[in-house]
């Protein structure tokens, strides 16, 4: 059974730095590129960021490039996010998903809250 | 960017009814669609892949279809547990896009 667990949210203050991280568990992690989504409360998805399976190629929106920064551990089939110079707009429930083409698994998302 | 132009924004279905939702592709996708369900406080669950086919586990109730630049998600006989919001993600490029959603509510 696929599983994906995110971990590393909380409540952090504008201008501040946060990592998060994704436990992958029941599939090959090195085989599959990998991303991030996210969803700001009583909003829609917005996609965040992609990792090859590698880790040499990596893809993000406008909204966040040059702040976040997408990375992986195949040895710890881990995936995680390093998030800088967050914005009250970042505030939202973060999602780990394995991309196969489409984004076909998701884990359970994790809350980040910036607020001074 | 490709924008994805979901409608309608929210409805309420009586049960056994027909439904469907469609997302409009501001750019040619190809059949990069996919459909999503999600429940209250729960991550997407994926309905239909590259815009026609059948996840694993789905019911035949939905079905997923194309023409032109819409797709189309179909509920046959709408079951209560269908409840949720439906949206769409086109990943035929980057930056990857979905629908705003659509809230299906039970009559």
């Known amino acids: 059974e696929v599983q994906l667990v995110e971990s590393g949210g909380g409540l952090v203050q504008p201008g501040r730095s946060l990592k998060l991280s994704c436990a992958a568990s029941g599939f090959t992690f090195s085989n599959y590129y990998m991303a991030w989504v996210r969803q700001a409360p009583k909003k829609g998805l917005e996609w965040v960021a992609t990792i090859s399976t590698s880790g040499s190629r990596t893809y993000y929106p406008d909204s966040v490039k040059g702040r976040f920064t997408i990375s992986r551990d195949n040895a710890k089939s881990s995936l995680y996010l390093q998030m800088n110079s967050l914005k009250s707009e970042d505030t939202a429930t973060y999602y780990c998903?394995?991309?196969?083409?489409?984004?076909?698994?998701w884990g359970q998302g994790v809350m980040v809250t910036v607020s001074s | 960017d490709i924008q994805m132009t979901q409608s309608p924004s929210s409805i309420s279905v009586s049960l056994g009814d027909r439904f469907t939702i469609t997302c409009r592709a501001s750019q040619d996708i190809g059949n990069y669609l996919s459909w999503y369900q999600q429940k209250p406080e729960k991550s997407p669950k994926l309905m239909i892949y590259r815009a026609t086919n059948l996840e694993d586990g789905v019911p035949s109730r939905f079905s997923g279809s194309r023409s032109g630049s819409d797709y189309s998600l179909t509920i046959n006989s709408l079951e209560s547990e269908d409840t949720g919001i439906y949206f769409c993600l086109q990943h035929k490029q980057y930056p990857f896009t979905f629908g705003s959603g659509t809230k299906l509510e039970i009559k």
């Open positions: 998903a394995r991309q196969e083409g489409l984004l076909d698994y």
